[in-house]
């Protein structure tokens, strides 16, 4: 029996199914609470239990939080593109923000004291000074990333009147995949660079189209921080244990930034195969550049992203797609494994 349990929210995710299998591999029990409308059961470990929920439904979590003791939640679950933010900013700004609320009522009804966030670099904005620290200045560069600072506010209004310590993890650019190639990105549909540009080597989709090639970057294209998900999963074990005697935030990024150009010519070199280009139009709300500084948590908590170099992203990223060529079998999305 594991001594203590955790609530994941989002954990049929791509980054939270992968903390998942970090935090079980770590003796942690797991609660993971998805709704499935974006996880895959078929992400969620065999050992954490699954109760499929939406966030917006207060008593249905409030049942949840009545029947586990739990000692942390860890919340992953989002709406989390920026382009589809800037289309519909209320539903961002409306389900992210309340859902959060939600949670952490729920933690002060309840005594809980540890709260991790899924937060992002989208908090900068479009930064004045590269790399990017924990002091840069927050502008939100579009109502997702808006939606996630007023979560930071509120979880520190959450500390100061209630005592909840809470973790805001900013990630760059979540990408490649378990490296055993149990656990990948799938998102329906899928708007990230990396799982698009392995498609067209897969000959699952006709060529990858650049948006943008005249930014004020060396080759013209938009830079980038690929941060490792099992990195990331990683961080969040770490700050757990911070969360104990105070609140924290980091910036979690590789600290290197790789343009569009580069990461097509990775995906050439890891795949073998030849990818087809199209040059497009910038997308809307797409900064030049963004790249972390992560010296906070490495100097602090001693994290060091053990798969730093885009060759290794890729190619656990083109481990998975080979594996799963049309990602997760929702088949299995129709069974609720348990009611709330
Ligand atoms: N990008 C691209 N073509 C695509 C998808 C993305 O050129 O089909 C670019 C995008 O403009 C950005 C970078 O790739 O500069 C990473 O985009 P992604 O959507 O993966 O992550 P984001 O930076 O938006 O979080």
């Known amino acids: 029996m594991a001594s203590e349990t955790l609530l994941v929210t989002g954990g049929a995710g791509f980054v939270g199914s992968h903390a998942v299998h970090e935090l079980i591999d770590r003796g942690f029990g797991i609660v993971v609470?998805?709704?499935?409308?974006?996880?895959?059961?078929?992400?969620?470990?065999?050992?954490?239990?699954?109760?499929?929920?939406?966030?917006?439904d207060r008593a249905a979590l409030k049942r949840l939080f009545g029947r586990h003791r739990f000692t942390g939640v860890l919340h992953f679950a989002?709406?989390?593109?920026?382009?589809?933010?800037?289309?519909?900013?209320?539903?961002?700004?409306?389900?992210?923000?309340?859902?959060?609320?939600?949670?952490?009522?729920?933690?002060?009804?309840?005594?809980?004291?540890?709260?991790?966030?899924?937060?992002?670099?989208?908090?900068?904005?479009?930064?004045?000074?590269?790399?990017?620290?924990?002091?840069?200045?927050?502008?939100?560069?579009s109502p997702y990333g808006e939606s996630k600072y007023a979560i930071e506010r509120m979880l520190a209004w959450a500390d100061q009147l209630h005592g909840i310590k809470s973790a805001c993890l900013r990630y760059f650019n979540a990408a490649g995949a378990h490296p055993d190639g149990s656990l990948g990105e799938d998102h329906q549909p899928e708007t990230?660079?990396?799982?698009l540009v392995l498609d067209a080597a897969a000959g699952r989709r006709s060529h990858i189209e650049i948006y943008g090639t005249d930014y004020p970057t060396p080759d013209g294209t938009c830079i980038r921080d690929y941060v490792h998900v099992c990195d990331l999963a990683v961080a969040h074990a770490l700050v757990l244990d911070v969360l104990t005697e105070r609140s924290c935030r980091y910036n979690l990024g590789n600290g290197k930034g790789y343009s569009v150009r580069e990461v097509i010519a990775a995906a050439r070199r890891v795949t073998g195969c030849d990818i087809s280009v199209r040059e497009g139009g910038r997308r809307p709300g797409d900064p030049p550049v963004l790249v972390a500084s992560s010296d906070r948590i490495r100097a602090e908590l001693g994290w060091t992203p053990k798969f730093s170099d885009l060759d290794s992203i890729v190619a656990h990223a083109w481990g998975w797609r080979r594996q799963n060529p049309a990602g997760y079998d929702d088949r299995s999305n129709e069974k609720r494994r348990r009611a709330p």
């Open 192 to 195: 990230h660079l990396i799982p």
């Open 33 to 56: 609470a998805d709704n499935l409308n974006q996880g895959h059961l078929a992400a969620v470990h065999p050992k954490a239990e699954l109760v499929q929920i939406d966030l917006a």
């Open 78 to 141: 989002a709406n989390s593109l920026v382009g589809e933010s800037m289309a519909q900013p209320f539903l961002y700004l409306r389900d992210n923000v309340v859902n959060a609320m939600n949670l952490v009522e729920l933690c002060i009804e309840h005594g809980v004291k540890r709260f991790v966030l899924s937060s992002t670099a989208n908090l900068f904005g479009n930064p004045k000074q590269i790399p990017i620290d924990e002091d840069a200045a927050i502008e939100p560069g």
